[in-house]
């Protein structure tokens, strides 16, 4: 919720928070608050993420509008217990970025997931007959393993995803492109290696970041007010969205087996730890 303001928007931070596996729900939301930080014209935008990251698309289009609204307000990213692959995309949209030493964070890289359940289906006597209109029309089909030439259609997918990732992790930390793909292999590293990497800026705690972003504005750190942009819940949506979620052991809760089911097939830039 936008509580009601005593001071201008202007002489104020505003705070957007990231949290959970980015899919189209978290774009929505995202790009909703961000629409009102520019019409309210805040002068400073602490955005605090804390996603193991998600689904391509919707992380393009968070990150997309962060680069516009970044032509008029300061934008500080904040990366919590863990900001990874998609989260990490997401943060290349602030200017600056800040992450606790022990931040989980990296995992630069894409990832395409399909089920074969082929073996199962024939020990129960469930088969299933196809009429496609081209012969790649059902690629990733869970009845069949996938054909070398899919394979391949696959990989080259996967491949012009990955680039693009690492394009713009090189253009928005101003790196060569090289360099960041010695590192961009999907592994993991802590802030502290983010830090020596160059992917972050600055080590600290989101309280640092909101002090940094007032100043950057030129606000005062000691008087600039924070105030958080969400999208009021109702009683119904708070009781759903607290039911079946699986704790993920580095920070946050996600509701894997939903959003395996809504984004099985799509290519993911997304840290799976195990759960």
């Known amino acids: 919720m936008v509580w009601p303001f005593k001071r201008k928007a202007s002489k104020q931070i505003a705070r957007i928070e990231i949290t959970g596996a980015i899919a189209s729900q978290t774009r929505k939301r995202v790009l909703k608050a961000l629409e009102t930080v520019k019409e309210k014209k805040y002068s400073a935008l602490l955005l605090r993420i804390d996603s193991p990251g998600g689904t391509v698309g919707d992380s393009q289009e968070i990150y997309a509008a962060l680069k516009t609204l970044r032509e008029k307000v300061k934008i500080v990213a904040s990366f919590g217990n863990i900001s990874a692959s998609g989260g990490v995309y997401i943060g290349m949209g602030a200017e600056y970025i800040m992450a606790n030493p022990g931040t989980i964070t990296g995992s630069i890289g894409v990832i395409l997931r399909g089920n074969n359940l082929e073996r199962l289906l024939d020990k129960i006597g469930i088969s299933f007959k196809t009429i496609k209109s081209g012969p790649y029309k059902d690629i990733l089909a869970f009845d069949r393993d996938l054909t070398t030439d899919e394979e391949n259609i696959l990989q080259e997918l996967i491949d012009t995803?990955?680039?693009?990732?690492?394009?713009?992790?090189?253009?928005?930390?101003?790196?060569?492109?090289?360099?960041?793909?010695?590192?961009?292999?999907?592994?993991?590293?802590?802030?502290?290696?983010?830090?020596?990497?160059?992917?972050?800026?600055?080590?600290?705690?989101?309280?640092?970041?909101?002090?940094?972003?007032?100043?950057?504005?030129?606000?005062d750190p000691e008087k600039a007010e924070c105030q958080t942009i969400e999208e009021p819940k109702s009683l119904l949506n708070r009781l759903l969205s607290s039911r079946g979620k699986v704790g993920l052991e580095l920070g946050g809760t996600i509701d894997w087996l939903e959003f395996e089911l809504a984004t099985n097939g799509q290519p993911l830039w997304l840290y799976r730890p195990n759960y």
């Open 161 to 219: 995803s990955y680039q693009q990732f690492v394009e713009t992790v090189a253009a928005g930390r101003k790196l060569a492109v090289d360099k960041v793909r010695s590192f961009a292999d999907g592994r993991i590293f802590t802030g502290q290696q983010a830090l020596e990497l160059g992917v972050v800026d600055r080590l600290g705690t989101e309280e640092d970041a909101r002090r940094w972003a007032a100043e950057l504005a030129g606000l």
